[in-house]
């Protein structure tokens, strides 16, 4: 295939409505794209897909919630200080660079994001690199961190500030207390979501790759680190492309072929659960078609990995030599759930029934509060409740004569006399614990890019070059053109009928009487028709029509009665081309 497989992508994906640039009529802004009649209907399919295998067959629910959310939600997550990347700005034109990626074009290195800013500045200097837009020399420039949220107003006036949603996992994770009711306080479960996030990237590029509004799949599962296991025994034969971070720090370091299984005996995947949905993940990617030559799961260097993962390993795929990721797959502890019990009023835990109560010692205190408020004032009732705080975490503090706490940044020192402090023997049924999640996250438009690049096919058919999407049926815009072969005699009629028919039965059908029939089948080639139904002098005389099947353009007849039938069979994997042939073969 040619090298230049992504601007050929682009040139097609605008010419046929799969996705253009948005705005053109006022210039267009760099980052938003809108996706045509094509590409909107293969990313619908593309979403469907993935909510039939990551919600519907793994038993989770969905939710859909609002992109806009408050402030303190992003001060609890930690994208407010922690959700950056690295701005390099020309001294002479001021175009905004990511200077991580300047070094990446410049260099061998894969992942400069993984780099201290420090370094990244001396790379600047060392490989003499320069403003992509008017060559002036970046040496000696700062490298700064760059906060990528958008933020806006909610409401008028005083309003309260708030961001657009960088990831669909915060409304997720923010409706926790209620979602736990809806899953009767049992764990495991997970909770899916497909919807908009936003990014105020600061060098968008590659398209619809790395954009400002993008389209996510996220799956958050909610687990008991200490008692739920995945069922890997499902997955461990899938055979994966790994690249563990331990070769990439190798000079030589390659890839490494196995299973999941082994994976994970092997040490290479020390998550089970991220193990599980890579072993989910790989067929899935398989069955919308993406290119398993050119596939595979990197695992993040400690350097990248977010904040909020204590792993991640991403899918990624290559297309004119270049990597880039699909989906992350993150096992993200109890991060979330912690952060926002912490900053809001509510309980971000579960409580967990156990089998047996248990008899077990608990710390408590009761504070002597004549004591507490005429030495405290108005800290007496904060400096309570840290006493029966650090009793909960560290007995051994009130070993001694004092016990020291610390409220708003401030030391105190109590008496432990006074604080009631005791250790009794309690019977519990149960404890509240913070859940941990793993989240695999997909990135939709990147899956719709990269389907339709590994699905692009050049040849020639009767002595004409051709150009065609070898989509699976399955996320295909559409399933089958209907074409009359003259508008005359009753044909376009009887075309229109059947057009109708097929659309009755679920099909997504395009019609099309427009030119000769062969610029109509290379049209539909062009945008990935799997098949094309013309309708004749023979479906008027005998209810036969001509299905021509899109890759090897091979043609045969079937009955109009079973044409429906047929056709919903060849979508849903239910039968082969080559079987519907094979009639007319033995004929």
Not at 127 to 152: I, K, S, W, Y
Not at 242 to 258: C, F, H, I, M, R
Not at 273 to 291: F, I, Q, S, T
């Amino acid at each position: 295939m040619t090298e230049d497989i992504g601007e050929r992508v682009v040139e097609l994906a605008k010419r046929r409505g799969f996705f253009f640039q948005s705005n053109g009529a006022y210039g267009g802004v760099s980052g938003f794209y809108t996706y045509g009649p094509q590409g909107a209907t293969l990313k619908s399919n593309v979403e469907n897909a993935w909510r039939d295998r990551f919600a519907v067959q793994e038993g989770h629910q969905e939710i859909d919630a609002p992109t806009v959310m408050p402030e303190p939600v992003f001060e609890a997550s930690g994208h407010l200080d922690g959700f950056d990347d690295m701005l390099v700005e020309c001294p002479e034109c001021g175009e905004s660079h990511r200077a991580d990626h300047l070094v990446e074009d410049a260099t061998d290195i894969e992942d400069a994001e993984a780099v201290p800013i420090s370094e990244v500045e001396e790379m600047i200097a060392e490989h003499d690199l320069v403003c992509p837009n008017c060559g002036t020399e970046l040496a000696g420039e700062p490298v700064q961190d760059f906060n990528l949220m958008f933020e806006t107003n909610i409401g008028p006036g005083s309003s309260q500030p708030g961001y657009l949603r960088p990831e669909t996992a915060q409304g997720i994770f923010v409706e926790f207390p209620r979602l736990k009711e809806y899953a009767r306080n049992q764990l495991p479960f997970g909770v899916t979501q497909i919807g908009k996030a936003y990014r105020n990237e600061i060098s968008p590029r590659n398209s619809i790759i790395r954009v400002r509004e993008f389209t996510q799949a996220e799956l958050e599962h909610f687990i008991d680190p200490e008692e739920d296991e995945p069922p890997l025994e499902r997955v461990e034969d899938v055979e994966v492309t790994l690249y563990p971070a331990s070769e990439q720090n190798k000079e030589n370091g390659d890839y490494v072929e196995t299973t999941v299984g082994d994976a994970v005996e092997d040490g290479i995947l020390t998550n089970e659960w991220v193990a599980y949905y890579l072993g989910v993940a790989k067929p899935w990617y398989e069955r919308v078609g993406v290119d398993m030559d050119r596939f595979r799961f990197r695992q993040h260097l400690p350097g990248e990995r977010a904040h909020y993962a204590a792993d991640c390993w991403d899918a990624e795929s290559e297309i004119d030599g270049d990597w880039f990721e699909l989906a992350g797959l993150a096992y993200r502890s109890d991060y979330d759930l912690s952060k926002h019990g912490e900053y809001s009023d509510e309980e971000f835990t579960l409580f967990k029934q156990y089998d047996e109560p248990k008899t077990v010692e608990r710390a408590t205190v009761d504070p002597d509060m004549s004591y507490l408020g005429p030495e405290f004032g108005g800290q007496a009732g904060e400096i309570a409740d840290a006493l029966e705080t650090k009793a909960e975490r560290d007995r051994t503090a009130f070993d001694g004569d004092t016990v020291s706490v610390e409220v708003d940044g401030d030391e105190y020192v109590v008496p432990v006399e006074r604080t009631g402090f005791a250790v009794e023997e309690v019977t519990e049924s149960g404890e509240h614990i913070t859940p941990h999640v793993v989240e695999p996250s997909f990135g939709v438009g990147r899956v719709v890019y990269t389907v339709i690049a590994h699905a692009y096919r050049e040849d020639e058919v009767d002595g004409e070059e051709r150009t065609y999407l070898e989509l699976d049926a399955e996320v295909a815009p559409t399933t089958v053109g209907v074409f009359p072969l003259m508008d005359k005699d009753g044909m376009a009629e009887r075309a229109r009928e059947i057009a109708a028919e097929l659309r009755e039965n679920g099909l997504d059908v395009t019609y099309d009487d427009s030119g000769a029939i062969g610029r109509r089948y290379r049209r539909q080639d062009e945008v990935g028709t799997p098949f094309c139904v013309t309708v004749d002098y023979e479906t008027l005389e005998e209810g036969t029509v001509t299905v021509r099947e899109r890759d090897t353009t091979e043609q045969t007849r079937v009955d109009v009665d079973e044409l429906a039938e047929s056709l919903a069979g060849l979508r849903n994997g239910g039968g082969t081309f080559d079987e519907l042939l094979a009639p007319a073969d033995a004929e």
